[in-house]
């Protein structure tokens, strides 16, 4: 089997005050997400995409939110330790796609330098990593601003097996 699929999503929820991290980048925002984590739901997603492909778990099995270790962790941190677990097993990332559902801020402004950073996090091109961003036409918690949601889809290929 030389090519796994991945799928991750992850939700957090809004309050006022908190800071908004999406795809390791500072969004500026009059709302951030509540969580043990800093809260990226993107880099969750994208953890638990990757990990899910090489079965080696989810986020939540690998990096307790019960632990110290975790706590306000820069999830940059946590998705270079997913892909090295990925990488250890001798797998490649050979794209990743993903989507943020959210109301405001717009982040368009910002995803370019989203892909940029997961890519160099990854060790891949910005080539291969694709931000989306889509409202839920105010409809559900997104809609109503009470929290982010982001999915993502990620394709492994075994390394040097092209
Ligand atoms: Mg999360």
Redesign the pocket.
Known sequence: MMQRIGFGM?V?RLAPGESLWLGGILVPSDMGTV?H?D?D?LL?ALCDALLGAAKLGD?GSNFPDTSDEFKNIDSKILLERSCQMVKARGWQVVNVDATLALQQPKVRPYIAEMETVMARIMGIDAGQVSVKATTTEKLGFEGRREGVTAYAVVLLAVANGW
């Open positions: 992850d957090h969580a984590s809260g739901v969750h986020i």
